[in-house]
């Protein structure tokens, strides 16, 4: 197991170098109507950072390039997802071209894994501390 002191350290890092994409989804992931909680970005759970994290909802947002199609790369995502599913993560995967194409339609898609549909009014999330 990475030390936390690391995977913090690991998790700035990246926040420091974020990708267009993931800068773009960012800025509009603080537009979303959600009451009550936040996303974080380059968030570290358990030996993983993950791109985005709504903790109150338990649900992670990763953006994927190109190189996610490598094979030994999609193997580790794989692995990667399976590990925070059994902790109790949702987790949703873009490709880097969809927030380019059709960023309405992503936030759209998170919106529902957050509310449950569409027409759904945006109700306050609240955070539960994992003990």
Known sequence: MVSTSIRR????????????HERTLWRALKELPVDGTHFRRQAPIGPYVVDFLCPAAHL????????????ETAKRDRERQLWLKQEGYRVVRFWNSEITDDLNAVLERIYVELH??????????????RR
Not at 116 to 129: F, M, N, Q
């Open 116 to 129: 449950g549909s569409r027409e759904a009014p945006a109700e306050p999330l609240k955070h539960r501390r």
């Open 9 to 20: 350290a690991t998790a700035k890092k990246l926040r420091a170098s974020t990708t267009p």
């Open 60 to 71: 992670v947002i990763e953006l994927d390039g190109g190189h996610h199609n490598d094979d």
